[in-house]
C-alpha cells in the first residue's frame, strides 16, 4: 500500500511563492507518471501539473510558466511561483492523470492572502 505524505503548504501573499513536497513509501516515481492536484472549496480536484517517468512535464493553462513539476528518486516538488489567489487550494500528489482512490494523501494546505 502506497502511502504519499504532501507537505510544504502555508500562508503566503500574492506574488509569493512556495515549494511543496511529495514523499512515497515506496519508489514509485521512476514507475509512474505523477501528478499535483489541488482541490479549491467548492470545487473539483484538478491535475495541474505532471511528470512522467522520464521526467516530461505539462501544466495546465492556469498554472503555466508559475508552476514547475520535478522530482528525484524519493520526492516530488512543485515550486510556486507569482501565486494568485486563485491558487488557494489544498495540493495533493497522486498518479496522473488517472489517480488512484487508493494513494490519496491529507494534502497540504496553500492560502493565498494579503
Known amino acids: 500500500q502506497v502511502t504519499l505524505v504532501e507537505s510544504g503548504g502555508g500562508l503566503v501573499q500574492p506574488g509569493g511563492s512556495l515549494r511543496l513536497a511529495c514523499v512515497a513509501s515506496e519508489s514509485i516515481f521512476q514507475d509512474y507518471t505523477m501528478g499535483w492536484y489541488r482541490q479549491a472549496p467548492g470545487k473539483q480536484r484538478e491535475l495541474v501539473a505532471r511528470?512522467?517517468?522520464?521526467?516530461l512535464t505539462t501544466y495546465a493553462d492556469s498554472v503555466k510558466g508559475r508552476f514547475s513539476i520535478s522530482r528525484d528518486r524519493d520526492t516530488m516538488y512543485l515550486q510556486m511561483s507569482s501565486l494568485k489567489t486563485e491558487d488557494a487550494a489544498v495540493y495533493y500528489c497522486?498518479?496522473?492523470?488517472?489517480?488512484?482512490?487508493?494513494?490519496w494523501g491529507q494534502g497540504t494546505p496553500v492560502t493565498v492572502s494579503s
Open positions: 497522486n498518479r496522473a492523470p488517472l489517480p488512484s482512490d487508493r494513494w
Open positions: 511528470i512522467t517517468t522520464s521526467r
